[in-house]
């Protein structure tokens, strides 16, 4: 992989992340437009350590003031007690059936998963549900009124990002607006839901780059990939919070569904291979 390969990668990783439009998908989409070889399961995880790297900076108070709750409240004997505590607990729990069903499926995932049928097929159900919630939730709910129910429900919906093409923010956005959460702060949720998600992907597939060997100029490609999506990736954080204050997801949801019927049209017509 080149420089400009891994710069131009990290930057559509980073600004897709948490966007909810899949950056799997664009992560395939792209370079198979551009002629350039699948990155692979593998790198698009690796990637993902930039963007985690831009939540721990963007909400790096946030989760200070619940890890520390959290512990001062095993320590206590009462770790349900403060909300923050609570709110680091359901995010840890809400992680389970990812990693669960990422361990169960990893073999799809890693192949028939990434084929573009499914990532067309994806992009376009998960818009229409996101379009769904649009139309009927209340948006009057906080992060602070989630309770254990919903972090869980939450975290379901999570899984379903295992998908190539459904989005991991795409999911737990339009499921956290089921709930009623304000768009706002269903994005928020969203973006603190991931972090052990993300860290745990990019690390475990890390591992196993470096376990197989990497040269030199691989390394170079690796570490210009991570700060860029990093760079776009905090961005693109702020970009979307300050977005979804005042306006509706409407923009996702047709950018996805579009996406999703011009993949299909490309693969009727031959110009995209379903695993190329």
Known sequence: MTAIQALTLGLVQGLTEFLPIS???????????LGWPDPGAAFSAVLQLGTLAA?????????WSMARAALRGVADGRPWENQEARLAWYILIGTLPIGACGLLFQRFIVGE????????????????????????????RGVESLGWADSQLIGLAQALALIPGSSRSGTTITAAMFLGLTREAAARFSFLLGVPAIGAAG???????????????????????????????????????????????????WYRIGLGLVLLALLAIGILQPLG
């Open 23 to 33: 950056s799997i998908a664009h992560l395939r989409v792209i370079p198979a437009l």
């Open 55 to 63: 939540v721990l900076v963007y909400f790096g108070e946030d989760l």
């Open 113 to 140: 998963f990434r084929s573009l049928y499914v990532i067309s097929g994806s992009l376009i159900v998960l818009g229409i549900f996101l379009w769904i919630a649009e139309r009927r939730a209340g948006f009057r």
């Open 203 to 253: 690390l475990f597939e890390l591992r196993d780059l470096l376990k197989h060997g990497l040269g030199g100029a691989e390394e170079s490609a690796l570490a210009i990939g991570i700060l860029t999506s990093a760079v776009s990736g905090y961005l693109a954080i702020d970009l979307l919070l300050r977005y979804l204050r005042t306006r509706t997801t409407y923009v996702f949801v």
